[in-house]
């Protein structure tokens, strides 16, 4: 069983930045693809930033240039900072961690944390 926890987010002003901390339970990077979530009220959970195993990134078109994913293997932490934010980034932010194992996806999610950028 995996736990993650987020933490960082809050109330910033447009332009202003955040940086997202996911916790996670034990050293999971080696074998997990990290993901970041977002849902903003009335709309669906959207994918925003994953980081792979070996490293590799990607991002939804919208973040791309303003957020950036990344971890601390040694505090088995992934973060999401967040840059040059806008009102529509406003949603909650999940942590995911997933791995397949043959015909099987683990998946877990973290609580999720609040992130509201005024204008």
């Known amino acids: 069983q995996v736990q993650l926890v987020e933490s960082g987010g809050g109330l910033v002003q447009a332009g202003g930045s955040l940086r997202l901390s996911c916790a996670a339970s034990?050293?999971?990077?080696?074998?997990?693809?990290m993901k970041w979530f977002r849902q903003a009220p009335g709309k669906q959970r959207e994918l925003v930033a994953s980081?792979?195993?070996?490293?590799?990134?990607n991002y939804t078109d919208s973040v791309k240039g303003r957020f950036a994913i990344s971890r601390d293997n040694a505090k088995s932490t992934v973060y999401l900072q967040m840059n040059t934010l806008k009102p529509e980034d406003t949603a909650v932010y999940y942590c995911?961690?997933?791995?397949?194992?043959?015909?099987?996806?683990?998946?877990?999610w973290g609580q999720g944390t609040q992130v509201t950028v005024s204008s």
């Open positions: 034990g050293s999971i990077f080696n074998s997990y693809v």
């Open positions: 995911n961690a997933e791995r397949r194992l043959g015909l099987r996806t683990l998946t877990y």
């Open positions: 980081l792979t195993i070996g490293g590799n990134t």
